[in-house]
Structures are given as C-alpha cells and as structure tokens.
C-alpha cells in the first residue's frame, strides 16, 4: 500500500529537488562552499589553523542560518530582521502603574464618600435650624 504525507497546512508545504533539500537550502549550502572554501584555502598559510577554523565557521553560519533557520513561522532574514529592531531602534514602551491606578481610584471613592457625608450633615444642619 502506498502512502503519502500530506501536511495539515498547504502553507506548510515545501518542495524539495535534491536529497530533500529545499531550493533555499542548495543555494545556502552552494553559498557556504563558495564562500568558506576560499577563505579556507587561501588563510592556510598566512594566519594558524584555529584562527582559520573560526573565522570559516563565522563566514559560514549565516549561510547556513539563511538556509536551514526557522523560528516562529519566520524565515532568517525576517528573524534578524525584527531582532535587529528589537535591539537597536527606539521602541515605544506603554506603561501603566496598575498600583497607583488602584490607590487613585480608591482616593476618589473616599472623596466622593467624603463629599456625601457632608451633604448629609449639611442637609441635617439645615433642618435643625427651621
């Protein structure tokens, strides 16, 4: 019997070319390479070998973060994106002191409170007087 998965979502769907790899993918992969193999080649001999190491691996983890990187629906440039925004541009922050919102409230209630007790005493001192 043959089967067939079929995700949830269409917009789960991601077609695949070679060894499952996804078109992003090969050209991450393609870009890696083309990018980490000449810096490996020609930094062999003019800086040591763990420097080397280090700085392909850092040439090559955004390639591999555009490539292989999903978090929360988004894609890497979108991730690095809102990253970006979050950690370097003014933000606007809504604060509200529920606390102080409390005791304002509670002050005005005893103001009012206050306000009606003098009513009433105002009103009984009137009609003592008649």
């Known amino acids: 019997m043959l089967e067939a998965k ?11 070319i070679i060894a499952g790899l996804s078109l992003r993918q090969l050209i991450a992969i393609g870009g890696a390479i083309a990018v980490g193999v000449p810096v490996g080649v020609f930094g062999y001999g003019k800086i040591s070998n763990d420097l080397l190491l280090w700085l392909v691996i850092l040439i090559v983890v955004p390639f591999a973060g555009y490539g292989f990187l999903h978090f929360k629906g988004m894609v890497f440039e979108e991730f690095v994106k809102v990253m970006f925004r979050y950690y370097f541009l003014p933000q606007k922050r809504v604060y509200e002191d529920t606390d102080a919102n409390l005791f304002i409230g509670l002050n005005e209630e005893l103001l009012e409170l206050e ?5 009433l005493e105002y009103e009984d001192d009137e009609t003592e007087w008649r």
């Open 6 to 16: 079929i995700p949830a979502e269409i917009q789960e769907y991601k077609s695949k």
């Open 115 to 119: 306000i009606e007790q003098q009513r």
